[in-house]
T-cell receptor
């Protein structure tokens, strides 16, 4: 049982480049989330999805885009990378009941130089 | 607005008990969670408590909830070096009658250092 899988684990981008962070889950969860984690700043919600075809902005969506064409996949797109997007990105998913915990991927460490 | 607060650092000696505290503001919280993050890894659920409970015990972990003061604590008995990690408190509540929409509010995390 793989759970939530994120790729790549590490990436270095130049300013202005684009990339997609991949996230897939095999638990048939409807809810999926993208967070970024900066030192001492906790988790900030970028985007979330409550099911295939439905996405919504979180606290810090600027500079990012998402899509949810299937239940399993929730990719995060950076169109024009900026140094402020240097961070660790976590994808998470959860089931439909209110007490379902979040299952996290192991993260993608992104550096923009 | 909603907020969850935790102290940022805690240092204990191996074998002692650790107590990590958390306060929250939203009175409609339904579940409160403790997650653990080890270096270089994602967050893993440690335990959770429903908001109509006062206490939950799970092996070395004890969660205490004081609803009146909106205070949540996590006690780790006989703390080991493997318990060194960041511990996140989070609250969830339902914000929409439609479906099962919920909001999850996170604390900034408490970094626990266990000294041998």
């Amino acid at each position: 049982n793989a759970g939530v899988t994120q790729t790549p684990k590490f990436r270095i981008l130049k300013i202005g480049q684009s990339m997609t962070l991949q996230c897939t889950q095999d638990m048939n969860h409807n809810y999926m989330y993208w967070y970024r984690q900066d030192p001492g700043m906790g988790l900030k919600l970028i985007y979330y999805s409550v099911g295939a075809g439905i996405t919504d902005k979180g606290e810090v969506p600027n500079g990012y885009n998402v899509s949810r064409s299937t239940t399993e996949d929730f990719p995060l797109r950076l169109e024009l990378a900026a140094p402020s997007q240097t961070s660790v990105y976590f994808c998470a998913s959860t089931g439909d009941t209110l007490n379902s915990p979040l299952h996290f991927g192991n993260g993608t460490r992104l550096t923009v130089t | 607005g909603e907020d969850v607060e935790q102290s940022l650092f805690l240092s204990v000696r191996e074998g002692d008990s650790s107590v990590i505290n958390c306060t929250y503001t939203d009175s409609s919280s339904t579940y409160l969670y403790w997650y653990k993050q080890e270096p270089g890894a994602g967050l893993q659920l440690l335990t959770y408590i429903f908001s109509n409970m006062d206490m939950k015990q799970d092996q070395r972990l004890t969660v205490l909830l004081n609803k009146k003061d909106k205070h949540l604590s996590l006690r780790i008995a006989d703390t080991q070096t493997g318990d060194s990690a960041i511990y996140f408190c989070a609250e969830t509540y339902r914000y929409s009658r439609a479906g099962n929409n919920r909001k999850l509010i996170w604390g900034l995390g408490t970094s626990l250092a266990v000294n041998p």
